[in-house]
């Protein structure tokens, strides 16, 4: 046998072990054909792809698969906000509704100055930590805010930060994914209407007088708030304030008759503000 | 007889020469008396008093509201000033009732007087027990009743009274088995008398000499009791290192003395039981200890429950200036207290005032872990702090229970031994509740 015959045989070897597999990859490739929406892949391409969660998918594949389906609206996604659902709307062929902005808000107003504190806190530096401990952290309120930033470390759009020892939150940065909400050891954070005019400051369970030696602006429970609100908007539930945000008309009624201030005046947006 | 110890355990400064030598001085309360509702583990106690009722000391004047709960009485006589919520030392607000003293401390009527107990049957020195809210003047508070009635009561071996007193500065017990060594007998006796397979151990710590003169002394004429002399070593009073001590016998993850036929139970805790089957005293006095660089004259107090944390103070020539900590028990497991109008409740054992915060200082030294093991080393109960501490801060419980994390006493050897200062102690008092519940929630699974 000589060198042309073996490279031959070997040529002609792999050219049949070639068309085998093709033969069995087209066969396979009919076999276990996939029906795949193209509008998924599309839908997907809109979405913001932080796979941050907020829609309540796992990520934005799994969002835009269930859109797909139908079995959630096409505004699902508060990342994309209004230009991702028009978009969206327009692949799948339904006009967008924009959903009503959502945003974080953190239910204590006791910054440093407010705030009377019983001492130091040294230890691990997250609010589940210091939570943990009895008496909380420097704050003499075992209610509010603990000022360590464990929202912050988790919020992936910088829309809350600790200023003066209290998370405040960006409204134009924050999209309500919940995060923040969701790991707050003091459940402190509460996601509302963008456009409420108002809302109350404070989550302090104790009765006035205990209040008063603990901050300058808790809510001492007054039911002042119950009393000046025409549209039983307002409740004092456990000694704390609740505005029901689908009630609240606005008219500021609570707020200025508040004697600890907790109920205060949320700015809102200008339009040509808005993040688009 | 030998030396007694465990294995692991670490020597913190003892410091208990500071108020060793110092006998007990009576303190008479001046001021409001204040009786949080929930002195004890478990349900809160419910009140039984309003505003303005007249109350004798010795009064009971909230009942144990459950089967683990404890009642709760008045140590002094007066009128009530009002039930509300104060803060207590941590700065916590909790249920109180307040009590204005009269300083005439007026008994109320049967306290005190001697009884002849000899003919009780168990359950009426249970039932007495329960009656006087008695619970663990150790430092946890569980109501001493439910201890004495475990589900095997005849398979009870040993009952150990525990003088370890291993955390640095406290000396109340010491002194309690010093000059009240027959109290302590008589009270381990009538625990002996519920639990006829049982013998007595006395465990006391080696740097406590007198008081293991005295207990032996006391003991010379007791067939059923016995001094056992202990190795000083922290935390050589917990629980399970004591019955270990005692027994030899490693009690199981999860499991209680009983299992091992043992019970435990301080020394301030069975000279309370004897006042009360005795003298029909319920718990209204305690040792208390006020130590620490930071007191101008640390000092023992026979102090009545309720008193505020400032008269104590006070009656310890006052707090130096530079005092940067008080912590409500010792340094290794203790507290830190922030407002000394809070009383003084049933299972507090200390004030240390301490002119250097150690944990300040340790924050600032804080570096990486190098594993270099000596937290597993030290650990009393052979857990790895190490890996524990790691699965604390990925927050991933499942780990963190695999590891055994759910059966951390805290006594905080860890945290006092690691070279990186690392606060081990602390990542596990966050993650143990929610160990706790994510093992109820397997055991639900299990049974589903």
């Not at chain 2, 070593?233 to 004591?242: A, I, K, S, T, V």
């Not at chain 2, 400032?310 to 340094?331: H, N, S, V, Y």
């Amino acid at each position: 046998m000589n060198a042309m015959t073996l490279l031959l045989i070997t040529v002609i070897l792999l050219a049949v072990i070639g068309l085998l597999i093709g033969i069995l990859l087209v066969f396979a490739g009919h076999k276990f054909h996939v029906e795949v929406d193209a509008r998924e892949a599309a839908v997907r391409e809109v979405l913001p792809g932080n796979n941050c969660g907020a829609c309540g998918y796992p990520g934005c594949d799994g969002c835009a698969a269930a859109i797909v389906k139908g079995e959630a609206a096409v505004n699902a996604c508060p990342v994309g906000g209004a230009s991702a659902a028009e978009k969206i709307g327009d692949i799948m062929g339904v006009s967008a509704e924009a959903a009503e902005k959502k945003v974080a808000f953190v239910k204590c107003a006791g910054d440093c100055a407010k705030a009377h504190t019983k001492g130091s806190y040294i230890g691990v530096r997250t609010c589940t930590a210091a939570a943990a401990l009895p008496g909380k952290g420097d704050k003499m309120c075992q209610q509010g805010c603990l000022g360590l930033g464990e929202c912050v470390s988790v919020c992936e759009f910088d829309a809350i930060h600790i200023v003066d020892g209290i998370a405040k939150v960006d409204r134009n940065k924050c999209v309500a994914c919940g995060k923040c909400a969701k790991v707050c050891p003091q459940h402190l954070i509460e996601i509302i209407p963008d456009k409420s005019m108002y809302a109350v400051e404070c989550a302090n369970i104790e009765k006035g007088k205990l209040v008063k030696e603990l901050c300058d602006t808790g809510c001492i429970g007054c039911g002042i708030c119950v009393k000046m609100c025409k549209f039983d908007a307002v409740h004092v539930e456990n000694n704390v304030a609740h505005i029901d945000y689908e009630k609240c008309k606005g008219c500021g009624a609570c707020a200025a008759k508040c004697p600890s201030k907790v109920i205060t005046f949320r700015e809102q947006p200008k339009k040509e503000k808005e993040v688009s | 007889m030998g030396i007694y110890s465990f294995r692991g355990g670490v020597h913190p400064k003892g410091n208990k020469e500071l108020t060793a030598g110092k006998a007990f001085v009576r303190l008479i309360p001046k001021g409001d008396m204040v009786y949080p509702l929930s002195q004890h583990l478990g349900k809160p106690a419910s009140p039984l008093v309003k505003k303005n009722d007249p109350v004798l000391a010795g009064q009971l004047i909230a009942k144990a509201d459950g089967f683990i709960s404890a009642n709760i009485h008045s140590s002094c006589s007066g009128k009530v000033k009002a039930i509300e919520r104060r803060l207590n030392a941590s700065g916590v607000p909790v249920d109180c009732i307040v009590i204005a003293n009269d300083g005439q401390f007026t008994p109320a009527p049967g306290v005190g007087e001697e009884v002849d107990y000899s003919s009780f049957s168990k359950e009426e020195i249970i039932a007495k027990v329960k009656e006087c809210g008695i619970v663990g003047l150790g430092g946890a508070g569980f109501p001493t009743n439910v201890k004495l009635m475990p589900k095997n009561p005849d398979e009870i071996r040993y009952i150990i009274a525990n003088g370890a007193e291993c955390e640095p500065g406290i000396t109340c017990d010491d002194r309690l088995m010093r000059e009240y060594t027959d109290w302590i007998i008589k009270g381990l006796k009538i625990v002996l008398s519920l639990f006829p397979a049982a013998s007595g151990i006395i465990a006391i710590e080696d740097n406590k000499p007198e008081s293991i003169r005295a207990m032996e002394e006391a003991v010379k004429n007791e067939e059923r009791m016995s001094v056992l002399t202990l190795k000083t070593m922290y935390p050589q009073g917990g629980e399970r290192n004591l019955v270990h001590a005692a027994t030899g016998m490693y009690m199981e993850s999860g499991a209680l003395p009983a299992s091992l036929g043992c019970i435990v139970d301080n020394v301030a805790t069975l000279s309370a039981i004897y006042r009360a089957v005795a003298f029909n005293e319920p718990l209204m006095e305690k040792g208390f200890t006020a130590t620490g660089d930071g007191f101008n004259e640390p000092t023992n107090f026979m102090v009545r429950i309720g008193t505020s944390l400032r008269e104590i103070t006070d009656a310890a020539g006052g707090l130096k200036e530079e005092t940067r900590k008080l912590i409500l028990g010792g340094p290794m497991m203790g507290p830190a207290v922030s407002n000394l109008d809070a009383p003084l409740v049933k299972a507090n054992n200390a004030l240390t005032a301490q002119l250097e915060d150690e944990v300040e200082k340790a924050e600032l030294e804080m570096n990486s872990c190098i594993r270099c093991g000596r937290c597993t080393r030290v650990c009393p109960l052979g857990l790895i702090p190490q890996q524990m501490a790691r699965a604390c801060e990925r927050n991933d419980i499942e780990r963190f229970v695999k590891l055994h994390g759910a059966d951390c006493i805290q006594c905080g050897t860890c945290s006092f031994i690691c070279p990186a200062k690392r606060p081990l102690t602390q990542l596990f008092k966050q993650t143990k509740p929610m160990a706790m519940s994510y093992i109820r929630m397997q055991a639900q699974k299990k049974e589903a």
